[in-house]
């Protein structure tokens, strides 16, 4: 259709299409003529003369008119006059000449030779016919002029050159209707152009029309950063694909880890960039027939074909992540981003879009969490944890609406005098089915609901709220996570809990993973320095986990190092461990930083951390994590004996929020 209308701008193709139109008709007005003019002039016109005059008359008008059908055939199988095929002008004025040259022959040969009626009736046939031949070519207003000169100016100059009065009068008369003629075929060509005019802008307007519908298809079903096709036409494909019998498919669904911090870090321009370069490797990816696009934010798709079995669909998912692995050059910075892919194998057994969907979302859930390649095949088995997985998010939003979090608090103790100086507070869940659920088993589920935050801030509130209540050397540790401390203003909520709940700012100590500092440095010290503003006290936890501790000690505003509880356990039996907390604490006396040793489980453990001069510790074997009801008879005390239960660790202990 587009290639239609632009050839309908081409301005001769309407002005051909129009004499076209009219050639049939022309030309049986043209043999009739010749026909009348032969029955008129048999009798005084020699025979031989007259019979080729005709013949070549009517061969005239049968090669125009089979040239006009063949010409509306190749238009009837194209769609339109085709391009390059078109006659021009000059072809036109010829064709008008040799149309006209008949009658123009007829009255510059018998003028003079025959009889007056016979004349008259020549005079008659050549002025009619110039009449309507240029008529029917005033749309091709130069072949119209020919045409009628080459009958009209025969005429007028035989008879000036016979020279007798009437025939002077003749030729004076056929000038004045030439001249009469050019008057009309000069209206007749206007209107024509006008038409012209008002085609084109119908013409433009239409294809203007049709390339605006081309582009909001093209917007409609493609994503505008990259290019690629987007949800709405990776669903009209797959719905295509469960309607036909092609060849086994597999769905290969990604999504980026650690797409977040990089928007976070450089902006979100080089974000966008970096969407643009996986779209273009995915591209480079996809074989012939494969269909890949974006559904959205960093999640892709390629819907291959030709994955015969299980071990086509992992070759294919490793060599994808291999390319969409390697790191990405975007404006000077070299960004890294892991990929993650949940595939599964499309058969008739897979159900529609929706199901194929959940189905490779669940392969890449378990991509993401497990510990593999980076890729995962949907196995049937998947349906039911997820089953169990919305179970355990509906129970979980419940939880958290009906106030079924609660908090328990660990003892932290001087370990030369064991003496209480302080708790952590440690989230539970009190499952009406189930009872007490450790943290390890639902914040990471709240963090993929967009409920860890919420929580967090619950058990900053209580946590504040109940300490406010004990004695005032009493401190009360809290975890926040890496993303409570770098994508909010933590310094503003916890100024706000403090305000409500009357705990001063120096009772109140915040525990940081490394991770926190390594998501965004430069963001979190600023935060961290907010805080520390605020007269709180900073604690960095689990360390020696990560691998750029040491760095950032001197850095960041710490006063506190919590040493991971997996080299106190390593201390009998790995001398490396004791070199290790031995190095930290060293450091941290070079520092003025607390030590405080966690899960500290046997008095041989807490002899040793005190030998390699660490100052405090926790872990069960000072006590558990108690309710807070608890409390007040150890703070009564003041000093935590050593627990009888020690050896009786429970996993309650080993997960905080």
Known sequence: MPGAWSRLL???????????????????????????????????????????????????AAWLVLRAIRRARRKARAGAVPSGRLPSTRKA?????????????????????????????VIALCVGMSAGGSVMLSAVYPAAVTYMACILVPVAAKCILLQGNEYLLLGALALSYAFFLLNCIDNYARMFAEKQRALEELSRSLLAAENAQREIEHTAMHDALTGLPN?????????????????????????LDRFKPVNDTFGHGVGDKLLQAVGLRLSACAQQGDFAARLGGDEFTLLARNIGSQ?????????????????????????????????????????????????????LYKAKHGIGPGYCLFQPSMLAELKERQTMESALRSAVEQHQLELHYQPIVELASRRLIGVEALVRWRHPDRGLIAPGEFLPLAEEMQLLHTIETWVLEEACRQAALWPEHIVIAVNVSPSL??????????ADILSATGLPAARLELEVTESAILDNDGQTLRKLGELKALGVSLAMDDFGTGYSSLSYLSRFPFDRIKIDRAFVKGLIEDSGSAMIVRATTEMAQSLDLRTTAEGVETPLQSRMLQELGIEFGQGYLFSRPLPADALPSLFLRGIVADSSRAMEASKLNRDSV
């Not at 057994?349 to 969907?357: A, P």
């Open 311 to 363: 071990a086509d669909a992992e070759a294919r998912a490793a060599a994808i992540l291999d390319s969409l692995s390697r790191p990405y050059d975007i404006d000077g910075h070299s960004i890294a981003v892991g990929v993650s892919i949940g595939v599964v194998i499309v058969n008739r057994d897979v159900g529609d879009t929706t199901q194929m969907l959940k189905m490779a979302d669940l392969a």
């Open 93 to 121: 004025m010829i064709f008008g000449a040799l149309l006209a040259a008949p009658w123009g022959v007829l009255g510059f040969w018998l003028l003079g030779a025959q009889p007056q009626q016979q004349e008259l009736i």
């Open 231 to 255: 949800r709405r036409a990776f669903l009209t494909r797959t719905l295509a694909l469960k309607g036909s019998d092609e060849a086994k498919c597999a769905l290969f669904y990604f999504d």
């Open 10 to 60: 081409n301005k001769s193709n309407f002005q051909f299409a129009t004499v076209d139109r009219a050639t049939p008709l022309s030309m049986f007005a043209h043999v009739i003529n010749v026909t009348v003019a032969v029955a008129a002039l048999h009798l005084t016109v020699p025979a031989v003369p007259l019979l080729l005059w005709a013949t070549a008359s009517y061969a005239v």
């Open 485 to 494: 401390v770098v994508y909010t203003e933590i310094a503003t909520t916890v």
